[in-house]
């Protein structure tokens, strides 16, 4: 594999986002995502070889740790944060069609929930996968998820809730989404809900973390 889309790799990774960022360590004054794909574009490698053979991978691994408690939030929000700077230089061949997505990923977090870490993970986790997301942001209500999936009818839906008392309403969302839309894969995830509930409130699918999400929507893809 190119050397570029190597060093890519690891930068985003261990979380290098741009040549000023003091981490890692092991990088420091070294090129970030960044940089490096600015390299590799004028270089002229692929945005899809890029996406393929550097960013998702790198996402994959730091999913995987994440799963295996080898790393913890700070280092998967600094793994994010290259990775979104790596990806803000491909937007313009996302846009264009030269770099075809998986589908597309509607994401938000509940309606009277204002949290959005844990959202903001899997947003860029899926992003890092191949998918576009449309991030509602947080206190989302039935109507903007509708909203979001007449403007993308094959979308897939997730809903995130931190919060015990903000939960209970990932029910009347999910029972809204499905009658507007039956067909419609709805994803639930945060520290208070398990399987039980998403069947419970009739949602698809359940995921602990952002790499079940990331493992499942590529099953429904290929």
């Not at 053979?53 to 999913?63: F, H, Q, R, T, Y």
């Not at 209970?168 to 945060?190: C, D, H, L, Q, T």
Request: with cysteine; charged share 20%; hydrophobic share 45%.
């Amino acid at each position: 594999m190119n050397e570029l889309l190597v060093q890519l790799l690891e930068a985003v990774e261990l979380g290098k986002a741009d040549q000023k960022s003091p981490f890692p360590p092991q990088l420091k004054g070294l090129d970030g995502a960044l940089e490096l794909t600015i390299r590799a574009i004028e270089e002229g490698i692929s945005p899809k070889e890029i996406l393929e053979n550097a960013l998702i991978p790198a996402m994959d691994k730091v999913g995987k740790k994440f799963s295996e408690n080898k790393i913890f939030v700070p280092q998967m929000l600094m793994s994010a944060r290259a990775m979104g700077a790596a990806m803000l230089q491909l937007k313009p061949f996302f846009a264009s069609g030269e770099i075809q997505t998986k589908g597309t990923f509607i994401i938000g977090t509940v309606k009277g929930d204002l949290h959005d870490i844990g959202k903001n993970l899997v947003a860029m986790m899926v992003e890092g996968s191949g998918w576009s997301v449309i991030d509602l942001g947080v206190d989302v209500s039935s109507e903007r998820y509708i909203e979001a999936l007449k403007a993308n009818p094959n979308a897939v839906v997730a809903l995130s809730a931190l919060l015990t008392t903000t939960m209970v309403n990932m029910g009347e969302i999910v029972s809204n989404i499905k009658n507007e839309f039956p067909e419609a894969k709805v994803f639930i995830g945060g520290a208070p809900v398990n399987n039980e509930f998403c069947k419970k409130i009739g949602a698809d699918f359940y995921a602990p973390d952002p790499q079940g999400v990331v493992e499942y929507l590529n099953v429904i893809a290929s």
